[in-house]
């Protein structure tokens, strides 16, 4: 019993009780989170969810910042600021090759870029799953009015055709960012024993079967950009489309020699994005081009290659000339 007792002691010495505390307005200023918070300095170009823009001031009083916009001014708060846009690095060389340069783009609304086989493959990643998220926008608005899908699909309550649809494909949404965040709202995995391709065919029917690997998708797309991330050659190329886009053109044959230099001996890839006049310039055309390697060191050495084959046969035809004396 005394041992007992001993051990009721000790384990009730080692327990922590914690007490929630209500955190005053007062003691605002005093949260970690809000110490932690460095305000970024007025004049820095910004990333935001409404798009890029340049910050005006920082309001301390409410942790709020004041955002000039391309539509205009708003208040932004810290979580609606994504990430600070560093300029664009300067260099002498490209300067020099725009300078030399007397091309041009046919229109001076298109933009050009290059990029190693990474770019190449995460534009036609990133066009599949543009079109799968079609697909499942026009399900979403057109399952109402599928006499075949009236008992299959989930039904929801309301008479508006266009606010049913939108509701429907706010759904699908969810379901994709819980497949992401690891299906935490789905009991587990999303995808585990088919939950996730059971409630997309429940809100969109039978024609959702493509966006069964959506989570395979979105997979292959983060592990590019993070490949693309880590790799010198592609931020150095899109440092020289910077310093293109800056200069407010694009010179076609300097742009390709610098990157040719950049490339490394790498297979390299054209990409131009043509706005569509008819649109007003709300929809573009990316044209895509494959180069090959277009670096000056492979143009060496296959030079050096055909002096050397150009010697063999020189020696080939002198020996066969002997022979025949």
């Known amino acids: ?26 003691d605002k200023h005093n949260t970690p989170s809000y110490m932690d918070h460095h305000p970024l300095p007025a004049g820095a170009n910004v990333s935001t969810i409404y798009g890029d823009g340049r910050i005006i001031k920082c309001r ?10 391309s ?66 926008k026009n399900l979403a608005f057109s399952v109402r009015n599928d006499p075949t899908l009236i008992n299959m699909v989930e039904q929801m309550p309301g008479d508006d055709p266009a606010a049913l649809g939108r509701r429907r494909y706010d759904a699908f949404l969810s379901l994709v960012f819980a497949l992401l965040d690891g299906g935490h709202t789905l009991q587990g995995s999303a995808a585990e024993g088919g939950k996730y391709e059971d409630r997309v065919r429940a ?26 991330a880590n790799d010198d050659t592609m931020w150095n190329l899109v440092q020289l489309y910077r310093r293109h886009l800056a200069s407010g053109s694009f010179k076609p044959e300097a742009f390709r020699t610098e990157a040719g230099m950049l490339s490394e001996g790498e297979q390299m890839y054209a990409f131009q994005m043509c706005p569509v006049q008819k649109d007003k310039g709300d929809k573009s055309v990316l044209h895509m081009e494959y180069l090959g390697v277009i670096s000056e060191n492979k143009k060496i050495v296959v030079a050096e290659d055909n002096q050397t084959n150009e010697g063999a046969n020189d020696n080939h035809t002198t020996k066969r ?5």
């Open 1 to 26: 019993d005394d041992e007992s007792a001993d051990e009721d002691g000790a384990i009730s010495a080692r327990v922590v009780t914690e007490d929630v505390r209500q955190i005053k307005a007062s």
């Open 60 to 69: 301390r009083s409410d942790d709020t910042y004041l955002v000039k916009l």
């Open 71 to 136: 539509f205009g001014t708003a208040y932004l708060r810290p979580s609606a600021v994504l990430c600070s846009i560093i300029p664009a690095e300067k260099s002498a060389y490209t300067s020099q090759l725009r300078a030399d340069d007397r091309t041009k783009l046919e229109r001076s609304t298109d933009m050009l870029a290059m990029g190693t086989q990474s770019l190449y493959l995460f534009f036609r990643l990133y066009q599949i799953l543009v079109r799968r998220l079609g697909i499942a």
């Open 203 to 228: 809100l969109l029917g039978h024609g959702g079967y493509e966006l069964a690997t959506m989570d395979k998708l979105i997979s292959h797309i983060l592990k590019n950009l993070q490949s693309m």
């Open 321 to 325: 000339q002997k022979r025949d004396r």
